[in-house]
T-cell receptor, first 112, second 115 residues
Framework: GDSVTQMEGPVTLSEEAFLTINCTYT??????LFWYVQYPGEGLQLLLK?????DKGSNKGFEATYRKETTSFHLEKGSVQVSDSAVYFC???????????FGGGTRLMVKP | DARVTQTPRHKVTEMGQEVTMRCQPI?????VFWYRQTMMQGLELLAY????????DSGMPKDRFSAEMPDATLATLKIQPSEPRDSAVYFC?????????????FGQGTRLTVV
């Protein structure tokens, strides 16, 4: 079945540092890929998505590129802020019905 | 600003009691999901509805959990009887009827504590 693997956290960075959170997936066909973010006490919010190979999703300074050859969708940001502290989930959907398969989540802590 | 609404936000109950969690999906969305989030298991899909019909509830313990959609504006998740191991945050999410545009919109969750 489909699965998503992302790096375990927590990831602790200083403000303005470069961020990479690795995500790889296993799926048949051509899944859509997502990054969701969860702030403390909140539900998950879509951060960015990509629906086909080589697409780059971007939002709020975050980027991720759909790499079919390496089955990866790594999240990057050039300069993190304290307000980016949250849990980040990589996910895929492999059908037309919005059902998501999530990775385990990576907690990011950004220190001033 | 359309959003998925879940009630209650917090629930503390005693073991053995019935718990009902409610979800109002975004108007016009035709898919509804129930997820459970725990520290140990992460996010687990419990049930999935499309056009109010259950499509997948294989992740749900059948002996105590039940999920229904009485109408297009309400989804419910019931636990009877509840157990301490059911303590978790339960999220509802809904999605648009657009093929291959598979974004899901999440509610803020119901934090359940069973003592």
């Amino acid at each position: 079945g489909d699965s998503v693997t992302q790096m375990e956290g927590p990831v602790t960075l200083s403000e303005e540092a470069f961020l990479t959170i690795n995500c790889t997936y296993t799926a048949t066909g051509y899944p859509s890929l997502f990054w969701y973010v969860q702030y403390p006490g909140e539900g998950l919010q879509l951060l960015l998505k990509a629906t086909k190979a080589d697409d780059k999703g971007s939002n709020k300074g975050f980027e991720a590129t759909y790499r079919k050859e390496t089955t990866s969708f790594h999240l990057e940001k050039g300069s993190v802020q304290v307000s980016d502290s949250a849990v980040y989930f990589c996910a895929l959907s492999n059908n037309a019905g919005n059902m998501l398969t999530f990775g385990g989540g990576t907690r990011l802590m950004v220190k001033p | 600003d359309a959003r998925v609404t879940q009630t209650p936000r917090h629930k503390v109950t005693e073991m053995g009691q019935e718990v009902t969690m409610r979800c109002q999906p975004i108007l016009g969305h035709n898919t509804v999901f129930w997820y459970r989030q725990t520290m140990m298991q992460g996010l687990e899909l419990l049930a999935y509805f499309r056009n109010r019909a259950p499509l997948d509830d294989s992740g749900m313990p059948k002996d105590r959990f039940s999920a229904e959609m009485p109408d297009a504006t309400l989804a419910t998740l019931k636990i009877q009887p509840s157990e301490p191991r059911d303590s978790a945050v339960y999220f509802c999410a809904s999605g648009r009827p657009v093929p291959l545009d598979t974004e899901a919109f999440f509610g803020q969750g119901t934090r359940l504590t069973v003592v």
